[in-house]
């Protein structure tokens, strides 16, 4: 059962980090001039939208999540635009984050949103999927030890490391290389990407090699 | 011995303050090259001797002088573009004439960073590149020794005046038969600066008695660091400067009928200035000033203009030297600009490239024990030896075109070896005194490790270390040591041909100095001896393992860590406030996530008290009384935490301790955005200039009114009556002082007529300053004679703190009171919401002050760059330049962020100790290492760096700040430790 589901796990996973290559080779054949550093925006939203649906995707084909509830159209509805909204809200919590952390508040508010919109893609919208608008859950998962199952470790991983990617991104932005990849966001919304595709990749094998001293707890 | 942990750590902080000392002292080589100016100058170098038996030249006086008079107008900070780029084109429609028309050489001169006026009058007037240390002194000067171009003229019998900036008064006392200095400290005076010097010009251009005339304009300068290179104001001041220019210059040509030899005007700026207006770095505006030669002697231009050729500042020094007809000064390192005397013979102008190569080489010989290979020296002996071809040729009579040839032949090998040479001595200014700086890290990293050697004593609960001194076993190796540093001590010195401070030191000091290294070194073999001995043993204690860390720990390590390596890029150090805002906003967050974490778990536990969350608690519980090795009663800690933990979430103020963490982050982004600084965004507008600029005096003055009043509602708090009262006066003192020299204005006083220095005003305010800190002193005395409760020293010690807030009011510039308000309202609110509920311990504390010390020492607009230096504050109610006050008003205006957190540290501690009673020996501690592990680790950067192009200009202005930094933290080390006394005094009682 729980070789199946680590299985099952590798292959999302690995899907989910190949997307994301992917979404800086393909766009190029359609569209005249797209480079991930030059139309740096497009790239942030063809990045969005591309790991935006195959999360949700994922998430309708593999239900990871817990015995799907019979519920009806009303609730599921309702459930879905409680995410839309824990989304958006998501977006612009981050973005205020990201105007803390010193990025201007009103010249290239549009990189930032956007940058902000790709945080929420990598860290945010995965939790919807994976736990449904359901803040006790959150942080239950967010908690020490509070994973249930292997999916939610997957989860911690991958969420923490964007961040830290992100995090980390902004280390090259004061070196005086003047480089295309220091300008604001890239280099941030790069080292979030690098994260994600890290976390995806760390996260069964984290697991695979603590194989033993996972012992999950039922709620 | 037994030392307790703040004892140690200030000790070690003393003596390591003493190592970067004679670090700094090696680093920094006063200017070794200068040979004092002895015996009168007498004749240059004859011109080279022809070959062949017999053969003088007839030619071996010096070459008279070219001009007859010389008028030297130098414009401070008087950038390249303002005279050729578009602004000059605007604004001085005469200059651009005479450049683009008129019989005139232009050029761009690169002036050496620091790029600060005194060390640049030195550039100019000796040819020799000033050391960095020049800088300091920079306010202080003394009479420059060196042989100087002004020198050369008095001696020569000329005559010479000078109106301008007093900084030339002081460098060359008793040299001008007429002058009259202005000084430069009112920043705010864009007008009278000038008039004092223009007002002179009608009167001196008419009379006849003089040869040289020097002419020094600060306004420029002045409207640079107050509103920077593109404000309004600058093109009435340039236009004012053409004006000024061509009066000279119509005066000079209309003389000039009727003396033989023609005048020579030269027009310089001393240094640029950066897209902020101030200068003192090395960026492209701050390096490039326009340098201008016009004289009725040069060829009229023709032809299209070009742009003007890169020269150094230091040639101006030979070139005047030659044009005067005085030797060129011996220091100098600059090479003649050819184009000024190209309208002479040619026997002429290889005459005087010659006695520039002459003089240039010569410096080498002095300076170089191998100065024959060098390529320049070389290069040299060549065109000599072709000059003298030349010569034998010439004598012969032989006047056809193969001369001139060979002439121009000669003249360009000339051309090249004084390039070579000027080259390589220029290089050598950056001297290394390699002994000195080898025994001040030694000193510096020996300290380092023992203070991390000690760290799991000095934070245990008894809090003491004990210090081996005694044990025989080491008097051995001591002894060893001793001898051995001193055979090195002795070899070395005998042996260097450089000069070096540490050998010029007495023979008593260096041994000092050498037993001290040794039974430092020896304490540390036997602190490791002793770790190494516990570690057989069993363990007793828990080691403190990773896993047991919380974020904010693994924050702080790896925040410190990357803080210090990041200080070996320069681009890092240029914009070091980024790395601290980036780590205290991620401290924040941490925090945050730490307090939702404490809110939420617990309100899960409670109602259902729920075994897994229950268990998962209590992991957070053993966790962190593993690490925190400081708690004394470490069992008790944990009901202490649930029942302080529920108490917190019952109070009504559980929301704002959640937000706590936003609005320091919000206050945090505000004052960013108040002062830019750094390098690359310096330029960006930020709130300050707009608030310093005058059309927004009401703005500021009432944004500095609301400070002062938030600042006394904030502080009044903990402060007996006496001590509220006076704090009220001094803010309102602070204010009409800034209304006194016209910063602010008051609302019923609209128009600011008299302008005063506000001596008065500030002497009030320095006198409640006084009067609350001697008030708090008391109260520390009483507390430690009487040993009276523990209430009447913290109040103490706060009233001290409340009299350095007002001292810090009186001298930050009006526009950076906020940074004062949003220090004041974070100290408080992380004291009651985050400190108080999470119960941090000592070392976590003590790091989150550093660091937002760190933060605040940017917040209030200082930069690693010597620029950024608010040198007003050090004249703050006097009448003139005292040096110790102005020193020390200067160093606590700059450190005012890292100082007031510091003594905010020993209130928040000492106020603890009711809870762990080591808490300030362990505060003490961990802020002496928070200090030493950048000061020792950059020091040993800085020496692997020494040849990096920007060690001038990035690193060197950092090693000073770091420096300064650790004395002023061994004086806050030292207050800690006195504190620390009287408490454990007491308790021993």
């Given at each position: ?33 797209f ?13 969005v ?15 990871p ?42 010249e ?61 991104g ?6 005086d ?33 603590n ?9 | ?65 070219l001009?007859r ?7 401070d ?13 605007q ?20 002036a ?21 240390i ?22 020569a ?51 006849e ?6 002419l ?45 030899l ?15 207006g ?7 505006g701050e ?14 231009r ?6 003007p ?39 002429e ?10 003089q ?15 390529p320049?020296?070389?290069?040299f ?18 006047n056809?075109?193969?001369?001139m ?6 003249l ?12 390589s ?18 000193i ?38 001793c ?14 041909e ?18 001290l ?13 002793k ?14 393992s ?62 259902q ?27 008790n ?6 029942a ?30 108040l ?66 020299i ?43 004679v ?52 999470l ?22 607009g ?76 950059y020091?040993l ?6 040849y990096?192009?920007f ?23 030292l ?15």
């Open positions: 059962m729980r070789d199946a589901e680590a299985r099952r796990l590798w292959a999302a996973n690995l899907l989910r980090a190949a997307a994301v290559p992917l979404t800086a080779v393909v766009p190029a054949f359609f569209m005249d001039g480079t991930v550093l030059g139309t740096h925006l497009a790239w942030l939203c063809v990045c939208l591309c790991v935006g649906t195959l999360n949700v995707g994922l998430c309708l084909v593999l239900k999540s817990l015995p799907p509830k019979r519920s009806s159209v009303a609730t599921k509805i309702s459930r879905f635009l409680k995410c839309c909204i824990y989304f958006f809200m998501s977006c612009i919590l981050f973005h205020a984050i990201i105007v803390l952390y010193g990025a201007p508040l009103i290239s508010v549009t990189e930032t949103f956007l940058f902000a919109v790709l945080l929420s893609t990598f860290t945010t919208l995965q939790c919807l999927c994976m736990l449904g608008p359901n803040i006790q859950a959150w942080i239950r998962v967010f908690s020490k030890n509070g994973a249930t199952s292997i999916w939610e470790n997957s989860l911690q991983i991958t969420t923490t490391c964007s961040i830290l990617g992100a995090w980390f902004a280390f090259p932005i004061p070196l290389w003047d480089r295309p990849w220091q300008v604001w966001p890239i280099s941030c919304s790069l080292g979030a990407t690098f994260g994600y595709v890290a976390g995806l990749i760390i996260a069964p094998l984290w697991i695979h090699w194989w033993k001293q996972l012992t999950y707890k039922s709620r | 011995m037994r030392l307790r942990s703040g004892v140690l750590a200030a000790g070690c902080l003393l003596l390591q303050a003493m190592g970067v000392a004679i670090f700094l002292r090696g680093f920094f080589p006063m200017a070794v090259r200068a040979r004092p100016r002895g015996e009168p100058p007498g004749d240059g170098p004859a011109e080279p001797a022809p070959p062949g038996s017999g053969a003088v030249s007839n030619w071996s006086a010096m070459p008279p002088p001009f008079k010389v008028v030297l107008v130098l414009i900070a008087l950038r390249e573009d303002f005279v050729f780029g578009p602004k000059g084109k604004f001085m429609p005469y200059a651009t004439q005479v450049i683009e028309k008129g019989t005139s050489y232009s050029f761009v001169a690169e050496k960073p620091p790029t600060v006026t005194m060390p640049r009058i030195k550039a100019l007037m000796t040819g020799s590149i000033p050391g960095f020049d800088v300091v002194v920079n306010l202080n000067s003394p009479a420059l020794l060196d042989d100087n171009l002004i020198w050369q003229a008095k001696t019998g000329k005559r010479i005046i000078f109106y301008g900036d007093d900084t030339w008064v002081k460098l060359f006392p008793k040299h001008f038969v007429e002058y009259d200095g202005t000084t430069s400290f009112f920043v705010s005076d864009f007008t009278e600066v000038d008039d004092n010097v223009t007002r002179h010009l009608d009167r001196v251009l008419k009379r008695d003089w040869d040289l005339l020097i020094h304009y600060l306004g420029l300068d002045h409207i640079g660091h107050v509103t920077g290179p593109n404000s309004p104001q600058v093109g009435p001041k340039l236009r004012e400067m053409d004006n000024i220019l061509k009066k000279i210059h119509i005066s000079l040509l209309s003389k000039e009928g009727e003396a033989s023609p005048s020579l005007l030269v027009v310089c700026g001393d240094h640029g200035m950066s897209e902020t101030s200068h003192g770095g090395s960026s492209e390096v490039h000033t326009p340098l201008l030669f016009i004289s009725s002697a040069f060829e009229k023709s032809g299209p203009l070009t742009q050729e890169l020269v150094q500042q230091t040639d101006l020094a030979s070139t005047l030297a030659v044009g005067l007809g005085l030797p060129i000064s011996r220091n100098s390192v600059g090479t003649l600009i050819l184009p000024v005397v190209g309208g002479k013979t040619m026997r102008q290889l005459r005087f490239l010659h006695l520039n190569g002459f240039l080489s010569r410096l080498l010989e002095e300076n170089t024990p191998a100065y024959e290979k060098d320049g020296y070389e290069q002996k060549i065109a000599e030896k072709s000059h003298g071809n030349w010569i034998k040729l010439y004598l012969e009579g032989n056809s075109e193969i001369l040839n060979l002439g121009k032949k000669v360009k090998q000339y051309l090249e070896a004084l390039k070579t040479l000027s080259a001595l220029s290089k050598q200014v950056a001297q290394y005194d390699m002994y000195s700086m080898m025994v001040g890290t030694v510096v990293m020996e300290v380092l490790l023992l203070l991390l050697l000690s760290v799991p004593k000095a934070l245990s609960s008894r809090a003491e270390f004990e210090v081996p001194l005694s044990p025989s076993l080491f008097s051995l190796l001591f002894y060893l040591m001898l051995v540093l001193c055979a090195v001590h002795v070899i070395v010195c005998t042996s260097a450089s000069l070096c401070y540490f050998c010029s030191m007495s023979w008593l000091t260096a041994l000092g100095v050498m037993m290294i040794s039974a430092l070194m020896c304490g540390i073999l036997s602190a490791i001896g770790i190494l001995e516990n570690s057989r043993l069993p363990v007793k204690n828990p080691v403190v990773s896993s047991s860390w919380s974020e904010v720990d693994v924050l702080m390590l790896a925040g410190t860590i990357g803080h210090v390596l990041s200080l070996g890029a320069s681009s890092f150090i240029e914009e070091e406030h980024q790395t601290w805002y980036f780590l205290i906003n991620t401290l924040c967050l941490a925090l945050c996530q730490e307090l939702c974490r404490n809110h939420f778990l617990l309100k899960e536990c409670d109602p008290h729920g075994i897994s969350l229950k268990q998962n608690f209590d992991g957070i519980g053993e966790a962190s009384d593993c690490k925190n090795i400081d708690v004394p009663t470490s069992g800690s944990k009901l202490d935490k649930v302080s933990s529920a108490e917190f979430i019952k109070g009504s103020d559980k929301w704002i301790s959640l937000a706590s963490p936003w609005i320091i982050l919000i206050c945090c982004r505000l004052l960013r955005s002062n830019q600084t750094g390098v690359q965004w310096a330029h960006r507008p930020d709130f300050g200039h707009w608030l310093t600029s005058s059309e927004h005096k009401s703005e500021l003055s009432f944004l500095a009114a609301v400070s002062l009043v938030m600042i006394f509602f904030l502080v009044q708090r903990r402060c007996s009556l006496v001590s509220k009262i006076a704090m009220a006066l001094g803010l309102l003192g602070v204010y009409s002082y800034r209304a006194a016209g910063n602010v204005v008051f609302p019923w006083q609209h128009d600011s007529k008299d302008i005063s220095k506000g001596i008065t005003e500030a002497r009030f305010v320095y006198v409640f300053v006084l009067g609350i800190v001697f008030t708090g002193t008391k109260d520390l005395l009483k507390s430690q009487i040993s009276a409760d523990s209430s009447v020293k913290s109040t103490g010690l706060w009233e001290v703190y409340s009299g350095l807030v007002l001292l810090a009011a009186l001298l930050f510039r009006p526009h950076n009171l906020p940074v004062l308000v949003f220090c004041l309202l974070i100290q408080t609110m992380m004291t009651k919401y985050i400190w108080r509920p119960k941090c311990d000592v070392a976590q504390i003590t790091i989150m002050h550093y660091w937002f010390g760190q933060a605040f020492f940017y917040f209030q200082n930069s690693n760059g010597i620029a950024t230096v608010d040198v007003s504050a050090g004249f703050v109610g006097l009448e003139s330049y005292v040096e110790i006050p102005a020193i020390f008003l200067t160093a606590f205006a700059t450190y005012a962020g890292p100082l007031l957190w510091a003594i905010h540290l020993l209130c928040y501690l000492s106020s603890e100790v009711s809870r762990n009673a080591a808490a300030v020996g362990h505060g003490c501690f961990c802020y002496a290492l928070m200090r030493s592990i950048p000061v020792a680790i020091i950067l800085v020496t692997g760096l020494r990096h192009l060690i001038w200009s990035v690193f060197s202005p950092k090693l000073l700040y770091e420096g300064v930094h650790v004395f002023i933290t061994a004086a806050i080390c207050f800690f430790t006195a504190m620390d006394q009287n408490h454990s005094q007491k308790v021993q009682d």
